[in-house]
């Protein structure tokens, strides 16, 4: 080939390089910044004392009106609270059990074994009480939003003044981290809405850090573990790799 | 070629009787294989590593879920909370997919490079194709299964496609659905399909080493091997190289499955399944983004589902539309140039897929769209004809042995008694 055109089949190459920055730039709300989270990261593990806080958030603010109904009491060991102590928190609700043998259903207090107590029988009941919104399920929540834990953050601390030039629905407030920025939930922390056991000032931000590391634990329980064994497995293929690597010199040496 | 002499008397009756030991060390001993196969030839040997990783973890999943559109959503998060090591066999799954299309198209691309879809390797070329196809359906399927929204909502719109048949068209979709809208009937179908696809990918493999073995491996060089200086036995040669290039493969398969579980994934699909919510934007897993852009482009909507099949269609009759009688791209200047615009073409399209139709991005869909048909239709035709290919090497070792010393023509084929 001449190099005229291969000069001219590189500036096509260019020019359709060129084209590639033209993207839509109509994002609605402002991206969640980024949280510096202890479980992030290769050997990022979750801070249990967060962990248990945020359960303690989300058990007096949160469960009023959003279920988490793919956690048990039982995952709650996993947070560092003792045997007693979940199965204490089983027990503070009444769960619907039966038939028993009169044919009757009848409540009794939780067990370990039982799913987190959904706050509304159903969705209908839950509009019904949220001004017509439907407070979703919490359990998959970090993983369900683009970047969730982050959006999670800023979402709970993300309540403004809305601007003057927007007409807010009724029973609607402003975030300005929500998609269409009005959303139904009213601001759910307050400050010391929550009194943690160990100290912790229960500041908005502390209560909000801490209670989404909880959903994001909550969103996949298994993370510490799947890390945990990633970097065995990365070391093992690592090694083996190594070795298929001088198997292979040695065997074409002959060739080369 | 001669029957190997085996040791072990029990190998030996059995032989005799059905000659499977020596069609093993026929087709996977000392089957020759051109002596200069870079690393872009592991990824046949990798596509077929992950079609079995995909099988044996998919086995474990289908014992461990639950077909019902009512259940489903629940069963994969029992795999991920409680089930033991489920969380393992799902990311492995999951991720599998998306590094069997990396393997796959890596494949595919060595294959357009090098000319390895010519004269005599057509059939080995469509075959390949029709493992890709598939693939494609069964991946699509097993997308359909965890029952999220994009689970649902990609089932609608990919099931809604085949409406665009004239005539026969809803009754297509009415079949698939097994109804009237994407209802449990159709995540039964799916569930059932997706696991006996891969058992028929299976099956085309085995025909395409078949038409491989008949004349062997393409090479870089891509002109045939002129005899025994020109290849090496399959083992222990290229039975060590694949089993290397298997671990850095596996080495960034992990890295994903372990660290990065969710990457190739959408928020989206960890949201249960809603018919009366639509997700903002659709999108399809990203190895069938180029053809959900293509699909995208044509604003008739019949249109748009021939040139979605087509882009595929155009593949297979690949080797009739490039009539030059060179292989590879590094005697072909010219064709070595539009190809890695057609590779541009394609990661182009693919972005195109993900972003929503609207405003810039249906002009570049629609110039990338014309100009991949542009390649196969009109370009590839054309350099047939006006490029004029650099001068071809003798043979294979001429170019290997050039300034590589004393190697000699010979190698030892390292065989066993």
């Known amino acids: ?256 | 070629m001669s029957a190997p002499e085996f040791r072990n008397g029990l190998v030996r009756w059995i032989d005799h009787r059905m000659g499977i030991f020596s069609f093993m060390h026929h087709e996977l001993h000392e089957y020759p294989t051109p002596k200069n196969l870079n690393y872009f030839w592991n990824f046949g040997s990798l596509a077929g590593f992950m079609l079995v990783v995909m099988i044996v973890t998919g086995i474990f999943l289908a014992m461990n879920y639950t077909p019902h559109v009512d259940h489903a959503f629940d069963s994969v998060e029992r795999i991920m909370r409680d089930v033991n090591y489920g969380w393992m066999l799902r990311f492995l799954h999951a991720n599998g997919a998306s590094f069997f299309f990396i393997a796959v198209y890596i494949h595919l691309f060595r294959g357009l490079y090098y000319g390895s879809y010519k004269e005599p390797r057509e059939l080995l070329w469509m075959l390949g194709l029709v493992i890709l196809v598939l693939m494609m359906a069964t991946a699509f399927m097993g997308y359909v299964l965890p029952w999220g929204q994009m689970s649902f909502w990609g089932a609608t719109v990919i099931t809604n496609l085949f409406s665009a048949i004239p005539w026969v068209g809803e009754s297509i979709v009415t079949l698939l659905w097994g109804g009237f809208s994407v209802d449990n009937p159709t995540l039964n179908r799916f569930f059932s399909l997706h696991y006996l696809l891969p058992f028929a990918i299976v099956g085309v493999v085995v025909l395409h080493l078949w038409a491989l073995h008949t004349h062997g491996s393409n090479n870089p060089v891509g002109i045939d091997t002129k005899g025994k200086q020109d290849s090496l036995p399959f083992h222990p040669y290229y039975t060590a190289k694949d089993l290397f290039g298997l671990g850095i493969f596996v080495l960034f398969y992990f890295g994903f499955t372990f660290f990065a579980p969710d990457f190739f994934g959408e928020p989206d699909n960890y949201i249960p399944a809603n018919p009366m919510v639509t997700p903002a934007h659709i999108v399809p897993e990203w190895y069938l983004l180029p053809y959900y852009a293509i699909l995208r482009s044509v604003p008739d909507k019949l249109g748009g589902v021939l040139l979605m099949f087509g882009a595929i269609g155009v593949l297979f009759i690949l080797p009739w539309l490039d009539r030059s009688p060179v292989r590879s791209a590094r005697f072909r200047p010219i064709y070595k140039q539009v190809y890695w615009l057609l590779v541009a073409d394609c990661l182009v399209l693919g972005w195109i897929g993900a972003n929503p139709p609207d405003g810039m991005f249906i002009v570049i869909g629609r110039a990338a769209t014309v100009y991949y048909f542009a390649h196969f239709l009109v370009l590839l035709p054309l350099l047939s004809v006006f490029e004029r290919p650099l001068p071809l090497p003798a043979s294979i070792s001429e170019p290997v042995l050039k300034g590589g010393g004393a190697a000699g023509g010979t190698v030892k084929p390292m065989e066993k008694a």
Not at chain 1, 58 to 65: E, T
């Open chain 1, 1 to 256: 080939m001449r190099p005229a055109n291969a000069r001219m089949f590189r500036a096509g190459l260019v020019a359709l390089l060129l084209a590639l920055p033209f993207a839509a730039t109509a994002a609605e709300a402002p991206k969640p910044p980024p949280q510096p989270w202890s479980y992030q990261g290769v050997f990022g593990v979750f801070d249990r004392p967060a962990l248990q806080r945020g359960f303690l958030v989300y058990k007096q603010v949160c469960s009023a009106c959003h279920s988490m109904s793919r956690l048990s009491y039982r995952n709650l060991l996993q947070l560092g609270f003792d045997e007693a102590a979940a199965a204490g928190f089983a027990a503070e609700v009444q769960i619907a059990d039966g038939p028993n043998d009169e044919g009757e259903m009848y409540d009794r207090p939780g067990r370990l074994s039982d799913r987190f107590k959904k706050p509304f029988a159903n969705e209908k009941a839950a509009r019904a009480s949220n001004n017509g919104a439907y407070p979703p399920d919490l359990s998959l929540m970090a993983k369900a939003r683009p970047v969730g834990a982050d959006y999670s953050f800023a979402l709970l601390t993300g309540y403004i003044n809305a601007p003057s030039n927007v007409q807010l629905m009724e029973g609607m407030h402003y975030n300005k981290y929500f998609p269409g920025f009005q959303i139904a939930m009213a601001p759910p922390l307050a400050e010391n809405a929550v009194e943690f056991p160990d100290g912790t000032p229960a500041s908005i931000e502390n209560m909000a850090r801490d209670v989404v590391q909880f959903l994001a634990w909550a969103a996949e329980p298994k993370m510490e573990e799947r890390k945990r064994i990633g970097v065995k497995a990365m070391l093992f293929v690592l090694v083996l790799t190594a070795l298929l690597y001088a198997v292979k010199r040695k065997v074409w040496a002959a060739v080369h």
